[in-house]
């Protein structure tokens, strides 16, 4: 199995599902955990798919929809006019592909990218991922990042800056490089924990669906409250696990 079939297979796998004991899913999830591209990929895969759904589960229900489909159904069911009939199968039919368009034409960026992206990060910092280079010297991460062609030139709120820093690690998105500095917030961590407050730097041109202005976005992603926000050419994504005040005061 090659790199394109892999894509190909695991554009069928449902997460929370008995897919990834089939056995040519199984087998292109092993090679995705050989090959750092197709991992990449999958990663961005997922998070899209997690993202969509999200967007879906925030539309809210009309009040009384229920109540109104079994009332049309039960007048359709009495009579129905052939042009009503080619209305709803249209309707139908526009729905699936634009479900469908989703998933079979993920090279395709939307028009609104931040989702994508803040899911896709968070899910990094979840993981349980690797740093590259662990130091307490934010130096020496600047020197490794700029060595590794990630975003180095960033700036760090004057809060930010007071906090303990750890380590960083390079992460991609849209075939791009993103920086990522590992902090820690002062509290306890669990054993295994190596941070608990995380920063994400890549190029603003390469995600859609930022605001107006530079004041930071807050968001709910997973786990983690999120602050997102633009300086220069930089986006800035700032996550911990609390609420909106667990991370304002690193701002």
Same mark, same amino acid.
């Given at each position: 199995?090659?790199?394109?079939?892999?894509?190909?297979?695991?554009?069928?796998? &449902?997460?929370?599902?008995?897919?990834?004991?089939?056995?040519?899913?199984?087998?292109?999830?092993?090679?995705?955990?050989?090959?750092?591209?197709?991992?990449?990929?999958?990663?961005?895969? %997922?998070? &899209?798919?997690?993202?969509?759904?999200?967007?879906?589960?925030?539309?809210?229900?009309?009040?009384?929809?229920?109540?109104?489909?079994?009332?049309?159904?039960?007048?359709?069911?009495?009579?129905?006019?052939?042009?009503?009939?080619?209305?709803?199968?249209?309707?139908?039919?526009?729905?699936?592909?634009?479900?469908?368009?989703?998933?079979?034409?993920?090279?395709?960026?939307?028009?609104?990218?931040?989702?994508?992206?803040?899911?896709?990060?968070?899910?990094?910092?979840?993981?349980?991922?690797?740093?590259?280079?662990?130091?307490?010297?934010?130096?020496?991460? &600047?020197?490794?990042?700029?060595?590794?062609?990630?975003?180095?030139?960033?700036?760090?709120?004057?809060?930010?800056?007071?906090?303990?820093?750890?380590? %960083?690690?390079?992460?991609?998105?849209?075939?791009?490089?993103?920086?990522?500095?590992?902090?820690?917030?002062?509290?306890?961590?669990?054993?295994?924990?190596?941070?608990?407050?995380?920063?994400?730097?890549?190029?603003?041109?390469?995600?859609?669906?930022?605001?107006?202005?530079?004041?930071?976005?807050?968001?709910?992603?997973? &786990?983690?409250?999120?602050?997102?926000?633009?300086?220069?050419?930089?986006?800035?994504?700032?996550?911990?696990?609390?609420?909106?005040?667990?991370?304002?005061?690193?701002?």
């Amino acid at each position: 199995m090659n790199r394109d079939e892999a894509k190909n297979i695991l554009l069928l796998l &449902r997460h929370d599902t008995a897919d990834a004991k089939d056995p040519q899913i199984a087998e292109a999830l092993a090679l995705a955990k050989r090959d750092p591209e197709l991992a990449v990929w999958l990663e961005a895969h %997922c998070a &899209r798919q997690l993202a969509v759904g999200e967007k879906f589960r925030q539309i809210a229900v009309p009040a009384g929809l229920k109540e109104q489909i079994i009332s049309e159904q039960a007048a359709s069911e009495r009579r129905i006019s052939r042009r009503q009939t080619l209305r709803f199968a249209l309707a139908v039919v526009i729905l699936l592909f634009g479900a469908l368009a989703v998933f079979w034409f993920p090279h395709r960026a939307p028009d609104d990218t931040l989702a994508i992206y803040q899911n896709q990060m968070v899910s990094i910092a979840l993981r349980g991922y690797g740093m590259d280079l662990v130091t307490n010297d934010p130096a020496q991460i &600047r020197t490794f990042l700029a060595q590794k062609q990630a975003p180095s030139d960033y700036v760090l709120p004057a809060a930010l800056q007071k906090a303990g820093v750890v380590g %960083c690690a390079v992460e991609g998105w849209q075939n791009a490089k993103v920086s990522m500095i590992c902090f820690r917030t002062g509290k306890i961590l669990a054993p295994g924990e190596p941070s608990d407050l995380w920063l994400f730097v890549v190029d603003r041109t390469l995600v859609n669906g930022l605001s107006a202005g530079n004041l930071p976005q807050f968001s709910k992603v997973n &786990r983690l409250v999120t602050a997102t926000w633009t300086q220069g050419d930089k986006l800035y994504l700032l996550g911990t696990e609390g609420g909106e005040q667990a991370i304002r005061k690193f701002l």
